[in-house]
């Protein structure tokens, strides 16, 4: 009897894996970001929460290979006088928990109303794609802006930049569900008139038990890709909505914030600021999305040349 460890390691996705150089770039880049957002406290030369580490004097330093350049800062300094360094590593980490926070809940929503969609047909499946196309007629940027506005208004800015992690997270969850939820009902009406099905209600399962132990976890593989796809989108969705002053304060560094900090001193010589979080936003984008083009083939049994 075959352990799973013993399945995993004959696998065709296994296999499949360790043939596509690409797949394997992007997975050890991948690697070293999530390894570096974990250990942001601990691996940064400073803490730019902490302002007693801050000194304004300090503001737009080079980086230390151009004139004017400190060791101290090996990337250089934003406005605020904050290691570019330290600021990209914690903002990494703040967009990932974003991102991830906003698709798990997204996958929550999605896969419930896919999977009662899919399964029940009927009226029931009318209103709940209905209600999923007027999500999609939503844009998340508008509902953004009505959260903010209305949040600010209510609690004043001290509380909004406390609560913005959470606020962007449900918000870029709640624009974004009906992809999964679209995903998710296809597969099921592919598989709910299959013949382990009919066999589970002939013994009297209840359509609860058989919507979740028989027909979700066999539907489960195009979520990888849904989930890898909107993990992108999601740290995009982030980037955009703190880029335009709907999400996270400059005092808070995420990747968009710290892109919107700097704008303004492009033109004036220190690049670095904007430029920085910038190429570290595109790549981690880059290899979240290769990998997902990777998962998609892979699990795509129509591309399967064993």
Do not use: C
């Amino acid at each position: 009897m075959k352990t799973k460890f013993q399945r995993f390691k004959e696998s065709y996705f296994l296999y499949s894996f360790k043939r596509d150089k690409v797949a394997i770039f992007s997975f050890i880049i991948l690697m070293i970001f999530f390894i570096i957002a974990l250990t942001a406290p601990w691996i940064s030369p400073m803490n730019p929460y902490d302002a007693e580490n801050i000194d304004i004097m300090n503001s737009e330093i080079p980086p230390m290979w151009l004139d004017g350049g400190e060791s101290r800062f090996p990337l250089g300094t934003d406005n605020q006088g904050r290691d570019m360094m330290s600021a990209m590593f914690y903002g990494l980490r703040t967009s990932i928990i974003i991102s991830l926070g906003a698709v798990l809940l997204q996958a929550f929503l999605g896969i419930g109303v896919g999977l009662m969609a899919g399964y029940m047909g009927g009226k029931l499946d009318a209103l709940l794609m209905r209600i999923a196309d007027i999500q999609f007629s939503i844009n998340y940027l508008l509902v953004a802006i009505i959260t903010a506005a209305i949040f600010q208004v209510a609690f004043g800015p001290g509380k909004f930049e406390e609560l913005a992690v959470p606020l962007l997270t449900i918000i870029i969850g709640l624009a974004n569900w009906p992809m999964f939820a679209r995903t998710i009902r296809a597969s099921v009406i592919g598989e709910k008139n299959k013949e382990y099905v009919e066999a589970a209600r002939v013994i009297g399962l209840p359509r609860s038990i058989i919507m979740v132990r028989h027909v979700l976890p066999n539907t489960l593989t195009s979520v990888m890709v849904i989930a890898t796809i909107q993990t992108a989108n999601a740290v995009m969705s982030e980037a955009a909505l703190s880029y335009m002053g709907l999400g996270m304060p400059i005092t808070t560094p995420s990747l968009g914030s710290l892109i919107q900090a700097g704008q303004e001193y492009v033109f004036s010589g220190s690049w670095w600021i904007t430029m920085f979080p910038a190429i570290w936003l595109v790549v981690f984008v880059l290899v979240i999305n290769l990998l997902g083009d990777w998962l998609r083939d892979v699990l795509n049994p129509k591309l399967y040349k064993g």
